[in-house]
């Protein structure tokens, strides 16, 4: 089995195969995880967009309809998404941002599959290295951390646009500079892109802390809900469609509310479960003591120590319960 390249010697030998694939190639079509993230969207968005201006042409999506959570409608770039059913069958040069296997490109899998060359781009430890070549670097604080250095290898000149979106991945995946994956290299990337006039009290506004009304009676609800199990040190809540419908709020306006979850005291590993279309995302923080993503793993999920995530179809309270005895 493959191991993780996580040696910088290494790393910057296959940005360099990388970029020269890339730049060799016709067409570049790039795709990040579905029900993408901000560090997923910023990644690959970044990547296009620095692609495009240099005069290369590439396209960018995710399966799915092209609908993300309102919270990244400033993110540059966005109208420029291509539809599953207009992807590339069989890309020359496919490039995965910030997915850590072939199940999270959900029907682009296939896509990927039939890819000449499949360059995967990530950062998380438990990513199944399923591409032709990895810059997988589980060091880097962000993807957007290695998308940077990606364009820096193909000699194209960052823009506003693309910097933007760098940022939005960055201060997503370091939560805003709180988590223990914030690097040098992360505070040294914010300045570099803070030079193209990065909007940084509007985006993080955005980003973090603008929210409905609806949403906010949403969070109070299931806050409510919360169930602590002490001697695991646990905290979970789970949001049902009635919840939705109920508040008249979309799925994709949830992704922040693990963060209300896991500031309880009590709590090591917070858990939001979230019914959808017969399937249950959940979603997994922890302070560090327990690694959450050999947890997600066990559905074969996958993340980071501290943050980690999976979808499957068994019940709530099913998950929750393995999820206790994995504990």
């Known amino acids: 089995m493959n191991e993780h390249p996580d040696n910088r010697p290494q790393l910057e030998a296959d940005l360099a195969t990388a970029a020269a694939r890339i730049s060799a190639a016709g067409e570049v079509a790039l795709a990040?995880?579905?029900?993408?993230?901000?560090?997923?969207?910023?990644?690959?968005?970044?990547?296009?967009?620095?692609?495009?201006?240099?005069?290369?042409?590439?396209?960018?999506?995710?399966?799915?309809?092209?609908?993300?959570?309102?919270?990244?409608?400033?993110?540059?770039?966005?109208?420029?998404?291509?539809?599953?059913?207009?992807?590339?069958?069989?890309?020359?040069?496919?490039?995965?941002?910030?997915?850590?296997?072939?199940?999270?490109?959900?029907?682009?899998?296939?896509?990927?599959?039939?890819?000449?060359?499949?360059?995967?781009?990530?950062?998380?430890?438990?990513?199944?290295?399923?591409?032709?070549?990895?810059?997988?670097?589980?060091?880097?604080?962000?993807?957007?951390?290695?998308v940077a250095r990606l364009i820096d290898a193909l000699g194209l000149p960052l823009n506003r646009d693309a910097a933007v979106c760098l940022y939005a991945g960055l201060v997503c995946d370091t939560g805003r500079f709180q988590y223990e994956s914030t690097t040098t290299e992360a505070f040294d990337l914010a300045r570099r892109l803070l030079e193209f006039d990065v909007p940084v009290a509007r985006l993080n506004r955005v980003l973090f802390e603008e929210h409905r009304l609806a949403y906010l009676r949403l969070v109070g609800a299931v806050l409510s809900r919360a169930e602590m199990v002490a001697d695991k040190s646990f905290i979970w809540a789970s949001v049902t469609e009635a919840d939705l419908a109920a508040h008249d709020v979309t799925l994709e306006e949830t992704e922040g509310l693990i963060d209300f979850l896991r500031q309880a005291k009590e709590a090591e590993v917070s858990c939001v479960l979230k019914e959808a279309d017969g399937h249950v995302r959940v979603s997994l923080r922890s302070l560090g003591h327990v690694d959450v993503s050999a947890v997600a793993a066990l559905f074969g999920g996958g993340g980071h120590r501290f943050a980690a995530g999976f979808t499957t179809t068994d019940p709530v309270p099913r998950v929750v319960e393995t999820i206790l005895q994995a504990l």
Not at 92 to 113: I, Q
Not at 123 to 140: E, F, R
């Open 32 to 146: 990040c995880h579905v029900a993408p993230d901000g560090d997923a969207l910023g990644s690959m968005l970044a990547l296009h967009h620095v692609l495009r201006a240099g005069g290369r042409a590439s396209v960018a999506g995710f399966a799915g309809t092209q609908v993300t959570g309102p919270h990244y409608r400033e993110l540059p770039g966005l109208e420029l998404l291509t539809e599953p059913v207009d992807y590339p069958s069989a890309p020359e040069v496919m490039v995965t941002l910030d997915c850590g296997s072939l199940g999270r490109l959900g029907d682009l899998a296939v896509n990927a599959k039939a890819a000449k060359e499949l360059v995967v781009v990530d950062h998380h430890i438990s990513n199944t290295l399923y591409g032709s070549l990895h810059l997988v670097d589980p060091k880097a604080a962000a993807s957007a951390v290695v």
